[in-house]
């Protein structure tokens, strides 16, 4: 879902929950089979497909926060499948605000983020399966405004930033025989994010990027404990300003770059241990040539269970990272990761993990503000600088039964022992800007009877450092934020009409007002957060036979 542009992806009532059957995050370096989005992990979201929605699927929900709207959203699904073929439309249509607070700039200007911080969401996806066919197509269009600007309260008022984004997907699935399947596959992107009209002394912004891509995966099964996967990819990334008065740095409206790659991974079990080695190799048009390798060893020994993983991981600079270089040019930043993970499976219900980590990137493309004395203006350029990095340990609890099922974990990073970059750091060897150093999360399930449940959530923030001023020389004035608790509650009600469900909830019950601390220094201060949130939803589900 990233955009091609600037690698983003804006959040904030923005995709359509309930239409997710679940999400798979995939932990660690992930460049190896996905390239060069995929450096510290990938996040899966896989929604409901035709055979499982069955007929139609409605939700409607409100929220109402202190001060004005939280959130009107409205989602349907429609799916079914006969035979061998299937297909699901699925949309959201709502209206958002990021904030009911005051922003207050460096400068003391402020305004009220209540009805100048929508967050929109227009949704559409569609999908068909036919055998060993299957094509998807999204349609994402995005609408939010702002006052906020780039740290700097806006004159004119609101503005407005859309985030348009079309996605289509062939695929074709073909198991050749019992050991061997292929699977050839298209895909399309268009994307035009930040999308804004001219405001203050800004420019219009306007900015069209795409991306084909044909991938091509052989996998290999000789046996049960022996899996080879091998496969090809090409794609073509073009970029075109659609306003009049705005070039790329080469005096151009336009520019396309070609990256080609070859990526393998085997999976060997044995009885003592469960091997993994991968490998990708990148070679683009703009940034030359990426090599990535990864090996993890895994294996269950009774209820015990260890993960061994090291990887290489890298990220692809995007067109504005190119754009926007400075004198030295811009490549690709790497990151070494590796985690060890043990487990023991307490009961059949029950399960614990730690896992502890190190994390070293080299080279990260990093923004900075340069103030150009010609022409009396701040200019925003990237470039390659350093390296850095984190260490930490997480632990996490599991329980499952058939009423109740509760999930404990705890975080800690440190940036102590690792090389810092000033643009990131804190007035503590320990924190990076904006992330707290400790994390913990409880999230509990109770189902009260057939009819009623009741879900609940807490998140723990640690202090994390930020900017709340500037001080003669523009340099950033760093303090602690306090430790943040939010608090979530949720019940669902089944009633008596079969497939109608009624819930009632409230976001952020301890009203704590979490902020967004920008993690480098941008100048931009904490953007404030929603307020406490009360919820209603109403359900509907009718299913064939």
Partial sequence: MNETIWTSNSF????????????????????????????????????????????????ATAGQMEKGLGRNNLNISV?????????SLSGLIGQG???????????????????NSYTNPRYLNFAINYK???????????YTTQRSGYGTVIKQGSVSSEFNSLFAELKYSKKLNNKITFTPRFNYKSNEPWKSPAYDD????????????ENIILSYDPNRKINVIIG?????????????????????????????????????KTKFANLILGARFDKNSAF????????????????????????????APSIANFDAADSNGIKPEFSNVLELEIGYKISKNSFFTINAFDITTNEPIVYYNNYDTLTNASIDLYTNFGSCGTQGVEAEYKLKNKKFSLILN?????????????????????????FANHRANVSATYLINEELSLNTTASFYGKRWGAVGMDSLENPILEKTDSKILLNAFVNYQTKIKGFVIGAGVYDALNQKFTFIQPYNGGHPALPGPSREFLIRVQYRLQKK
């Fill in 232 to 268: 090809a990819e090409s794609y073509q990334d073009n970029a075109k300003y659609q306003t009049d008065s705005t070039f790329f740095t080469d005096n151009k409206t336009s520019v396309s770059y070609l990256n080609y790659a070859g990526f393998a991974q085997g999976q060997i």
């Fill in 132 to 142: 060993e066919w299957s094509f998807r197509s999204i349609a994402d269009f995005y």
């Fill in 202 to 213: 800004e420019p219009a912004y306007h900015i069209q990027g795409t991306r084909l891509t």
């Fill in 12 to 59: 904030g009532n923005h995709y359509p929950v309930y239409q997710i059957k679940r999400i798979e995050i995939i932990r660690g370096p992930g460049s190896a089979i996905y390239g060069g989005y995929a450096e510290y992990g990938v996040v899966n979201i896989i929604t409901y497909q035709g055979e499982e929605i069955n007929g139609i699927r409605l939700s």
């Fill in 288 to 315: 030359g040539q990426a090599f990535v390798p990864r090996v993890g060893i895994t294996k269950i020994i009774n209820n015990f269970h260890y993960k061994f993983l090291f990887g290489k991981s890298f990220r």
């Fill in 410 to 434: 705890y975080a800690y990073y440190t940036a102590a022992n690792k090389t810092r970059i000033s643009l990131y750091e804190s007035k503590s060897p320990a924190s990076l800007l904006a």
């Fill in 79 to 87: 799916g079914k499948k006969i035979k061998d073929f299937s297909f």
């Fill in 97 to 115: 605000q990021r904030s009911d607070q005051n922003f207050t700039d460096f400068t003391d200007s402020s305004y009220s983020m209540n009805g």
